[in-house]
């Protein structure tokens, strides 16, 4: 066997290609329904956090910003596996993609929240003045005046962490979701091919390519302008 | 053009940053359709001053009195001033992501409640009464310094309050542009309007103003008609002040 032909049987051999496609889509389905519920949950709960944040209530502040820097700096995987293996000894049981939802949505929670205060507060005060001095109350101000122009300048960090929190649904691996990765690694060790692996690698790039694609344009669209 | 009662009156008024007297305790009376120019040297408290009759700043102590009723007390409906007291600010401070007429909109839906139809009515008058009704669909940074200003007074015009209060209108303009807005100024005051002016642009002050201030270490230290303050001030500060700046 030649070095091509024993390259196509180790990464691409078509009877492992058609015996594990099956699996390896539906791994791409529950990746794409955990990550979109993740992303959804993130977003409003992290937006939601920097709301509350604004109001600059010192207790609320001290609890969202240890929330924000434990969940930011501890691997994600940490928080999976104590989670799944932990909670059950206090007598909660979560599903597995419970879990993984609950953790990944926690942390992109925690770095949106960041992101958008970081926005709100680089909003020039100016604008807080003259939204004030015609009588606009604080809440209307912060959501006509003030987030349009944080959730702006948050889109580029927004989309970055994004994608990346999103990726960490391989991590389900770990605890038996039946992601892409958990569905080609049991591929794997049935095979004792890396075949079903390199599709696996594929469909991520299938399903992530598009959406950085669609990150970079996001950026480029609301870099502009800024007055 | 003075009658019985001042459309606003300030008392006592006080305001300190740490061990920094920003305002010593000012008393001041404002009539209806008076054009107050307020002038002094930088950190003379001019602008805290402004900033407190509309309470964009809260005074340590004093009384803000809005047509005789006092505003001053926290209970006090905060909102109701700023309708009735319009502010202009030296760098404008529009949403840059609002168009022209959606600047000078926003209020006047929000809190003036109007429908989206009354309030761009009301916002194409208010831009027409500035010259630029045919900017109304134009962003901030579309526009000129001078054009953004003028839209800046348009938004505060809008709410159709009873005092406007210009800080420092002109100061981030280029020269060529500083005569629009002083035009459109001319033109409030033509038509009535009580103005409380902090700038530097002493002509104009000379020509249009009914009374100027001239404050130092957060006191009124002198004031009178512009010919009094500008030919014949009597207090040594002010004549330094005024020769410092040329006027």
């Not at chain 1, 691409?12 to 889509?25: H, N, Q, S």
């Not at chain 1, 390199?198 to 669209?221: K, Q, S």
């Not at chain 2, 602008?47 to 803000?64: A, M, V, Y």
């Not at chain 2, 916002?123 to 500035?130: C, E, F, K, M, N």
């Amino acid at each position: 066997m030649d070095g091509g032909a024993a390259f196509v049987d180790a990464f691409f051999k078509p009877a492992l290609i058609a015996r594990y496609a099956p699996e390896i889509v539906s791994g791409v389905g529950q990746t794409i329904l955990i990550a979109s519920t993740i992303v959804l949950t993130g977003l409003v709960l992290g937006v939601t956090l920097a709301l509350i944040r604004s109001l600059r209530l010192p207790i609320a502040t001290v609890m969202i910003v240890i929330f924000a820097d434990v969940l930011r700096a501890v691997p994600p995987l940490v928080f999976v596996l104590l989670v799944y293996f932990g909670l059950p000894n206090v007598g909660v049981t979560l599903s597995a993609f419970a879990v993984l939802w609950l953790v990944l949505s926690l942390v992109l929670a925690a770095f949106v929240e960041e992101i958008v205060w970081a926005g709100i507060t680089s909003v020039a005060k100016g604008q807080w003045d003259a939204a004030r001095s015609t009588g606009l109350n604080f809440a209307t101000t912060l959501r006509d005046v003030i987030l349009p122009q944080a959730l702006r300048l948050s889109i580029p960090p927004l989309t970055s962490r994004t994608i990346a929190i999103t990726k960490n649904t391989a991590l389900g691996s770990v605890i038996g979701v039946p992601e892409i990765l958990n569905q080609a690694t049991s591929a794997v060790s049935f095979s004792g091919n890396a075949t079903p692996l390199m599709m696996g690698a594929i469909a991520y790039v299938v399903l992530f390519l598009p959406v950085v694609i669609f990150g970079r344009w996001v950026e480029t669209r609301f870099a502009w302008r800024r007055a | 053009m003075t009658t019985d009662q001042p459309i606003l009156e300030v008392r006592g008024l006080q305001k300190q940053y740490g061990r920094h007297v920003a305002l010593a305790g000012i008393d001041l009376k404002i009539a209806a359709g008076e054009l107050v120019f307020v002038i002094g040297p930088s950190g003379s408290g001019k602008s805290t001053l402004l900033r407190c009759l509309n309470r964009l700043e809260e005074p340590d102590h004093g009384q803000i009195l809005f047509e005789g009723q006092d505003m001053s007390g926290k209970k006090n409906d905060l909102n109701l001033l700023r309708q009735r007291v319009g502010m202009v600010f030296q760098a404008f401070n529009l949403y840059p992501h609002l168009t022209a007429l959606g600047n000078v909109t926003l209020a006047v839906r929000k809190v003036l409640r109007k429908s989206r139809e009354a309030a761009d009515a009301i916002g194409l008058a208010a831009l027409r009464q500035v010259g630029l009704v045919e900017k109304a669909g134009s962003y901030p940074n579309e526009l000129s310094g001078g054009q953004q200003q003028r839209v800046g007074i348009a938004r505060a015009l809008a709410l159709e309050p009873k005092v406007v209060l210009f800080d420092e209108p002109t100061s981030a303009l280029d020269p060529e542009l500083v005569r629009s807005v002083l035009e459109v100024m001319r033109d409030l005051k033509r038509a009535g309007m009580t103005m409380v002016v902090v700038s530097h642009e002493m002509k104009f002050a000379r020509e249009a103003a009914d009374r100027v201030i001239f404050m130092a270490e957060g006191a009124i230290v002198e004031q009178g008609p512009p010919e009094e303050i500008f030919s014949h001030a009597r207090e040594p500060r002010t004549r330094a002040f005024l020769s410092q700046v040329g006027a």
